[in-house]
């Protein structure tokens, strides 16, 4: 309901996880992307708009499958299953990004699982990185979808929106 919204929207803030949606649906967001309006995509959105895998969309409904890949320039595929809490913090080559103005300090704690998303589109700028029981993944970047501004952090648990400060300004700079 109300995505006929997209058409006056200045941004899409997303935040979905494993919906096929009506054909209908899902092209007024195709749409709105294409037209070259930008994009903050949360956590989740990585896998946003395929069911799991096995299992199949519900009849009347489309799946965009490479949403991920295209449109966040990621590549998700688990997420750190034994290790609960990951160390955050700003690459060093980000310095002086305008997403991360006023984010202090630039080193933080989540207690979310690190997505496993590497290797990122070629053109994706990483701006965060986390690490967690011995791996290191991005966890936000931008990317470009044909004109589209795209910021995507794999960030975004309950505890993130809760108790960290660098999240929310980090969410509200993108």
Known sequence: PGLDELK???VILLFVRRRALPKEQLDKIRAYLDGGKPLVALRTCSHAFSVEAGKKAAPGTDEWREFDHDVLGGNYHSY???ERR?????V???AGHPILAGIAPL???CTFPLYFVSP?????KVLVRGAAAGNTEPVAWTH???GTRV????LGCKDDFDSVPQFSTLLVNA
């Open 151 to 154: 910021f995507y952090s794999s």
């Open 144 to 146: 470009s979808y044909k």
């Open 86 to 90: 990951t160390e955050i913090e700003a």
């Open 92 to 94: 060093p080559e980000a």
């Open 8 to 10: 006056t929207t200045d």
């Open 80 to 82: 750190e299953k034994k």
């Open 120 to 124: 990122l589109a070629a053109d994706a």
């Open 107 to 109: 080193q933080w704690k």
